[in-house]
């Protein structure tokens, strides 16, 4: 076994592609997607902290919920390094990096109540949407429409996943005013 080290590719650099898409262009479609791996990193680890730590009468559909999201996330994240990879970049993969690259801002370690802890989630997703749609227009404007047509599949879970926590959110509930005094 070797014990002699080498490296393949430097972080923060494009090499050219068995996919043919131009350099120049790569460069700016790799920086886009780690912006948007940082960001789903972010997102994956507040989203497994709420699941953690969720409470109340409604504990077991919304921590089921919150582990349906995050390992969607999780599994974007790995499109999206794998695609990063694919047309010639190094996905970001260090925490510190991660964090640093990250658009949005990440929760404090606090445990706070199910409906801040939803609310907060919803606002990092609303982030990563408008994210994920200027990055669409990115891909499609330098005609890498395979990264255009991932994202946008993954846009579609994302907003999806958003919409059901906007309706968790709501103050509508079956539950009868008497019921509660």
């Keep these: 076994m070797s014990t002699q080290k080498s ?3 430097q972080a923060g650099t494009v090499d050219e592609n068995a996919l043919r898409l131009d350099a ?5 479609i ?11 990193y972010v997102l994956y680890h507040q989203l497994h902290k709420h699941h953690w730590n969720v409470e109340g009468a409604e504990f077991l559909e919304v921590h089921v919920f919150l582990q349906e999201v995050y390992e969607d996330v999780e599994a974007a994240a ?3 390094a794998e695609r ?7 996905p970001h993969a260090g925490m510190t990096t991660l964090a640093d690259e990250a658009t949005v801002e990440p929760e404090d370690e606090d445990v706070y109540d199910v409906r801040t802890s939803l609310a907060s989630d919803l606002e990092m997703m609303g982030d990563i949407i408008e994210s994920y749609r200027e990055h669409v227009a990115l891909a499609d404007g330098l005609g ?3 990264t255009s047509q991932t994202l946008r599949e993954q846009l579609e879970t994302l907003e999806e996943h958003a919409h059901h926590i906007e309706h968790y959110l709501e103050d509508d509930s079956l539950v009868v005013e008497s019921a509660t005094n």
Excluded at 30 to 40: H, I, K, Q, S, Y
Aim: glycine fraction near 10%; hydrophobic fraction near 40%; aromatic fraction near 4%.
């Design 7 to 9: 490296t393949r590719q």
């Design 24 to 28: 120049e262009k790569a460069e700016q």
């Design 30 to 40: 790799v920086e886009a997607l780690n912006g948007d791996l940082a960001n789903a």
């Design 78 to 80: 790995d499109e999206l």
């Design 84 to 90: 990063l990879q694919a047309i010639g970049g190094v």
């Design 144 to 146: 890498d429409y395979a």
